[in-house]
């Protein structure tokens, strides 16, 4: 019989992010495996499915009561405790063998629990998260580590860090890779010509950078080391930047508009439907973050047959592996001069985007599944010993937070 497994798919009621992403994308493979029963919790109602993006970007209730909510009187904690209790009480109603929260901390540990901790950038780089945020993981995770049967990260990185930062047993942690969209994948000029046209880009005739606008992901650093680049190299191939705004954006974004559009050209936040478009439309890719538990960007540049420079720390080397080439991300004089190498040897790009076809098709949804149910029935045949003490998990966590470094 097929095992009962609940999500919490509160995060698709709001704008997806990476953490949306890999919910819908995880859950659409899963169901074709046709061996789970799922169930999932949309922050007060519970429906018989696999998550999926509710329509009328994702608001469940009428007009009347949204614009009842502020006439509420402590209606955060109240819909605070709406939501654990609804939750609580589906885990029973429903007879939830497994519940798998994929975003970090479960909603309740009334049933057998696996966790996805995506990375600890919230510990390496707290800055790049708001205040709230981190202490919501500093109060959450060490219990949700210690109470959890089984831990998924997306990465051996990520897992390395798991374990020495919270002191676990390394059964306890599996790495599952995560996958990239078919969708990502080489196109000819004519395939990509109506997005691009649209954008004002001409195929094969610009830099580009897509990621999320905030300090860990470095943008300033391709800014710096583009603005090195010979003049003609940098109106022949222009930056384009393309992300929504995060968190401290401010003052990087003043930055980018007040560089010549003709050789910066930031389009903000794209459309899903015309990203694939966009990456097998550039020259090259350029990815310098300083922290990335996985790196969906690189993966689907490569995927789109277009060669990358990516940062040499964290996840990165791991995930791209020899189909692109390592930068000093703190070395904007190094990387200027790479994408200049790159840039006038088309021969080693072409050589680059068939390696980087080759490395993305080792990651796919499929196989993010099929690793993800096999750690499902682990996971609910697997001994509590595997467990560490609350106290060793609270106390190597408490040093890693102290320290603030790896």
């Not at 009480?89 to 497994?98: A, C, E, P, Q, Y």
């Not at 059964?171 to 990239?180: A, C, I, K, Q, S």
């Not at 680049?229 to 007040?258: F, T």
């Not at 020899?322 to 930068?327: F, I, Q, T, Y």
């Amino acid at each position: 019989m097929s095992m009962r497994v609940a999500f919490n798919a509160t995060p698709l009621l709001s704008p997806l992010t990476g953490i949306g992403n890999y919910i819908v994308e995880l859950g659409t493979a899963l169901a074709r495996l046709n061996e789970v029963d799922a169930y999932s919790f949309y922050r007060y109602r519970w429906r018989h499915e696999y998550p999926t993006v509710p329509a009328a970007n994702g608001r469940i209730g009428s007009g009347f009561v949204e614009k009842m909510k502020p006439l509420v009187p402590f209606r955060g904690g109240l819909r605070h405790a709406a939501k654990f209790l609804g939750f609580r009480r589906g885990l029973r109603r429903f007879r939830i063998d497994l519940y798998h929260e994929q975003n970090y901390i479960p909603l309740s540990f009334d049933a057998p629990v696996v966790i996805t901790i995506h990375d600890l950038s919230w510990i390496r780089y707290p800055a790049s998260h708001p205040a709230d945020r981190v202490r919501w993981l500093e109060k959450g995770l060490p219990r949700a580590v210690d109470r959890a049967r089984l831990i998924l990260v997306d990465s051996e990185f990520v897992r390395q860090e798991v374990l020495s930062t919270f002191g676990l047993e390394p059964t306890r942690v599996r790495t599952t890779y995560l996958g990239v969209k078919e969708a990502f994948a080489p196109r000819t000029a004519a395939d990509a010509a109506s997005t691009l046209s649209a954008l004002n880009l001409e195929y094969g005739q610009y830099v580009l950078s897509v990621g999320t606008i905030e300090p860990r992901k470095n943008l300033q650093h391709v800014l710096d080391a583009f603005e090195r680049l010979p003049a003609a190299l940098r109106e022949r191939y222009p930056l384009v930047v393309a992300g929504a705004n995060g968190w401290q954006s401010s003052d990087l974004l003043k930055r980018i508009h007040n560089l010549s559009d003709r050789q910066v050209r930031f389009l903000g936040p794209v459309d899903q439907g015309r990203l694939p478009d966009l990456y097998a439309g550039a020259a090259v890719f350029v990815f310098p973050s300083l922290y990335e538990g996985f790196g969906f960007p690189p993966l689907e540049a490569m995927a789109s047959g277009v060669p990358v420079i990516v940062s040499d720390r964290a996840s990165l080397p791991e995930i791209v592996d020899d189909a692109g080439e390592l930068m000093n991300p703190e070395d904007p004089v190094e990387t200027s001069e790479r994408l200049r190498s790159m840039l006038e040897d088309p021969a080693h790009r072409r050589e680059l985007a068939w390696r980087g076809i080759a490395q993305a098709a080792r990651f796919t949804w499929a196989a993010c599944a099929e690793n993800t149910l096999e750690s499902y029935r682990f996971a609910l045949v697997g001994a509590p010993s595997l467990r560490a003490s609350p106290d060793v998990v609270r106390s190597a966590a408490s040093e890693r937070l102290d320290a603030g470094t790896p």
